[in-house]
C-alpha cells in the first residue's frame, strides 16, 4: 500500500488534514515568499513524500492558501480513491508503543507500508523517533493522534474539550515536523473514540 493512498484514505474515514500554510525550505518548490504565499501552481503538489509515484494525491499549493486563513488546522475534504477504485485496504498502527519498531519491521517485510499515528509526548516516544524516522525515508507516514492521549472513561465533555484542544492537535503536528523530516503531517486520527459524538469534535 503507498503511503500516498493510506493517507488520502483516513483523511476520508477519520481524520483531518492538519493545514501547515508555511513550508519554508521544506516546499518542494523552495521557500515561502515574503507575501505568505507559495511558489508552487495552485495545482502542484507540495508536502510529497520522497520518490512517492502517486504525488498526483498531493496536498496542493492551493490547498494551502485556502488553508492559510485557518493557520491552524483545516478540513480539506473527503478522500477520492486512486483510479476509480471501489474500496481501499489501509494499515494503521496507533499509539506510542514498544510494539511500533517491530511492527513496522513485520510491514517492511512483505513490502507493506502503513500509516503510524503517535502520540507525541506520550512515552516510549523518545525511544521511536530514530525508528520512524527510518520508517518515513522507506515510505510509511506519521499521523497526529494527540500529544498525550489522556483518554478517561468515561469521558465528560470538558475533558473531551481537552483532549481536542488545539495544543493536543496542532502541538503533536509540530512536533511531528520537528523531530522528522516529514514535510507535512496529513493525517489527524483522532484518540479517545467515545468523544466522537459531541458536535464541537466533528467541527
Not at 22 to 40: E, I, K, N, V, Y
Not at 71 to 99: C, E, N, Q, W
Not at 109 to 133: D, F, H, N
Request: proline content about 7%.
Amino acid at each position: 500500500m503507498n503511503a500516498s493512498v493510506t493517507r488520502k484514505l483516513l483523511v476520508g474515514v477519520s481524520a483531518l488534514v492538519l493545514a501547515q500554510p508555511m513550508f519554508g525550505p521544506r516546499t518542494p518548490a523552495g521557500q515561502a515568499h515574503p507575501d505568505g504565499s507559495l511558489g508552487d501552481s495552485d495545482h502542484a503538489p507540495v508536502g510529497v513524500l520522497p520518490g512517492d509515484p502517486l504525488n498526483r494525491l498531493g496536498v496542493t499549493a492551493g490547498d494551502l492558501r485556502e488553508a492559510g486563513s485557518n493557520p491552524k488546522i483545516r478540513y480539506l475534504g473527503m478522500t477520492r480513491f486512486l483510479d476509480k477504485a471501489r474500496a481501499v485496504v489501509t494499515g494503521t498502527l496507533d499509539d506510542s508503543s514498544d510494539f511500533v519498531p517491530r511492527a513496522i519491521d513485520a510491514l517492511d517485510k512483505y513490502g507493506i507500508k502503513a500509516t503510524i499515528a503517535v502520540s507525541t509526548q506520550r512515552e516510549p516516544i523518545s525511544r521511536l523517533w530514530e525508528r520512524l524516522r527510518e520508517a518515513i525515508s522507506s515510505g510509511h507516514e506519521v499521523a497526529s493522534h494527540s500529544r498525550r492521549h489522556q483518554c478517561q472513561w468515561p469521558d465528560p465533555e470538558s475533558f473531551c474539550r481537552e483532549a481536542y484542544s488545539q495544543d493536543e492537535i496542532v502541538g503533536s503536528r509540530d512536533d511531528i515536523l520537528g523531530k522528522t523530516e516529514q514535510p507535512y503531517v496529513w493525517t489527524w486520527v483522532y484518540p479517545c473514540g467515545n468523544c466522537a459524538d459531541y458536535e464541537f469534535v466533528h467541527r
